[in-house]
């Protein structure tokens, strides 16, 4: 249910947010206008369930994540302390139930945020007006269930959402299509009135010598058939389309409101995957920050335990999982140390001396500068591909891992740090999941979709694989085919509706690197 919290701030609250505000333009970030509220932890969890935003369109999940986390905090196993949105002005949320020293902690980590989601290149392109445009979704979507019934659009929702990260990430920064037709047709209209190319300068009494009707026109006949051949022989698409979201709405026989459900769950796919693609740095630059204030400036003596608490439990570290918390503030302050001390650039790289590197300092002072300029220009998988060295892996005892069929238990695999830097890269590239490009509209001249998966090493699951063709085809109204890698070898799966299968194929891989970011 949407619900409204516009209540003011406490008075002390109030004086807490300006007064680190205030600091944190004093230290140099810069950040929209930000908004705080106070709710509960009822409705911080509906805000949560909804992905930040008061107000979303109706559907199961929604219920089901808020129940999770209802469950996960009545048994003690987590807390939701903060949410911030991406919008302008920024509005972040404050739980009614913290303490005094965890408000400013959360008043100071939303204050890294805002200036990431303002600053970062990566979030450049997307809405700010966000909130406005997930309350006109839900109306939209709102009037569609009363038309045609909650169980027919939760039914196509389920659809479009399994398939929500077939985008093209890239997109956004890339010449709009409206621009791309608009040259095409200059170009069009620039060889329509050129002269013909077998056509000689010649003098007025002696054109038709030199230039004989006959000749031109078939010289004209020629370069027709040409350019139909051309048209006939090209790929529908014309290349590879990673936007596979933006094909199907573009060419899916879909009726005008499952058209409009399509585009919605799109635009908030590509709202929602820059915070995916800057997860460790956003989390990290927010730490980063937070530390920095509460212990330079906020932070009460008698608060010192409680901060010092909370705060390790943010940063603990588990074998099971990687903390981006962790990972992000520690690698933007050894970003900052390198850069304070000189230990970068061709002679840095170039010292074999263990000793000389590990006492190591020119007295630069620029690693603030430094932080400021990877905060504005870099998103996780650059981040780690450019400034994750050796020297760190070692300090946090980093190590790469792998399921040991003989144990039945993920295990250490190597503490080589290629292989740590190529797992942590794997992870990270497209949020962890498949590459998929439409590779052809009508494959085999029957209407049918081809896609290709942008293999990189790991295969795809054939339970998840199939569960996804399926709802590919249903929005499709045709068979799907998809190329991969099955048993390292190249391979078709082919569905059409209930109907999996998966047939052996000639050597053609596609492969990727996985440290390009996809």
Known sequence: MPFSTHRPLPAEIKALQDSIEAKAAEYGLD????????????EMSMLAAYGGFPV?????????????????????????YEMVINTDPCYAYLLTANELADQKLVIAHVYGHCDFFKCNAWFSKTNRRM????????????RYV????????????????????????????????????????????RRETAPPPNRFEAKGYMDDFVNPPEALEES???????????????????????????FLLDHAPLKDWQHDVLSIIRDEAYYYYPQGQTKIMNEGWASYW????????????????????????????????????????ELFRDIEERWNKGQFGPEWDACEDRVAKENWDRDLGLGREKIFEVRR??????????????EFCAKHKMFSFAYNDSTDYYEIASREFEKIKQQLLTSLTNHGRPVIRVLDGNYRNRGELLLGHDWGGVELRQDWAKATLTNLSELWGRPVNLETIVDEQPAVMFCDGGEFDVTPKGPRIRRRDARRGG
């Open 290 to 329: 937070h530390t920095t204030i509460m212990t330079q400036f906020a932070l009460d003596p008698s608060e010192v335990v409680t901060y010092a608490d909370h705060h390790s439990g943010t940063m603990a570290t588990s074998p099971q999982r990687l903390n981006p918390y962790k990972l992000g503030i």
């Open 31 to 42: 950040f929209f206008d930000t908004v705080f509220e106070m709710v509960d932890y009822d």
């Open 131 to 142: 909130l406005d445009q997930m309350a006109n979704h839900a109306a939209r979507i709102n």
């Open 377 to 390: 220009v870099h998103n996780d998988v650059t981040f780690i591909e450019e400034f994750l060295t050796p």
């Open 146 to 189: 009363d038309r045609f019934g909650y169980e027919e659009v939760e039914k196509f929702i389920d659809r479009c959402l399994s398939v929500e990260d077939l985008i093209d990430p890239h997109l956004p920064f890339a010449t709009p299509r409206e621009e791309i037709a608009r040259q095409a047709e200059q170009a069009r209209k």
């Open 56 to 80: 979303r369109y109706p559907h199961w999940r929604f219920g089901a994540e808020y129940d999770e986390m209802m469950k996960s905090y009545s048994y003690g196993l987590s807390k939701i």
């Open 220 to 246: 004209a006949r020629e370069r027709r058939e040409k350019d139909e051949a051309a048209r006939d022989a090209r790929h529908f698409p014309e290349r590879p389309e990673r936007d596979v979201l933006l």
